[in-house]
């Protein structure tokens, strides 16, 4: 049985919403790790983040050094995501959802195919971990 351990990443993980009074529809974010969002690798750094649209979220490396698209394969709210959760396989992490500010889930992604297969690989390992990221 794996374990799930969610961890809140203060101080240099904080995130800034940029947020009009109605919506919020684009954050910052300090993500101290490399990660992947679908199948596009990207480098610990700052980013903002954004959501053109309902079930889409856009990662711009705010140093220029790479961009990504995810479209969820479930959607439940309306506004940005103030969370992201990310899969962490040793030293790899995975997009998995963004949460709403009461803790319910707003985006879910489906695992891609490296992380299926990375998946397996540790199925008898206990190193999986959820990595909660809180944006403000």
């Not at 711009?60 to 309306?78: C, E, F, M, P, Q």
């Not at 995501?81 to 319910?104: C, H, I």
């Not at 985006?107 to 959820?130: C, G, W, Y």
């Amino acid at each position: 049985m794996r374990r799930t351990i969610a961890a809140v990443f203060l101080a240099s993980t904080m995130i800034w919403a940029l947020s009009s009074a109605s919506a919020q529809t684009s954050a910052r974010a300090k993500i101290p790790f490399n990660f992947r969002v679908g199948s596009a690798l990207m480098p610990a750094g700052s980013y903002e983040i954004k959501c053109p649209q309902s079930g889409v979220i856009l990662f711009y490396n705010r140093d220029g050094r790479g961009s990504a698209l995810a479209v969820a394969t479930t959607k439940t709210g309306t506004l940005a995501p103030v969370k992201l959760v990310f899969n962490r396989y040793g030293d790899r992490y995975f997009l998995s959802q963004t949460l709403a500010a009461s803790g319910e889930s707003e985006m879910t992604f489906a695992p891609t195919r490296l992380e299926k297969s990375i998946q397996v690989e540790e199925a008898s390992v206990d190193t999986n971990r959820h990595i909660l990221i809180a944006l403000k």
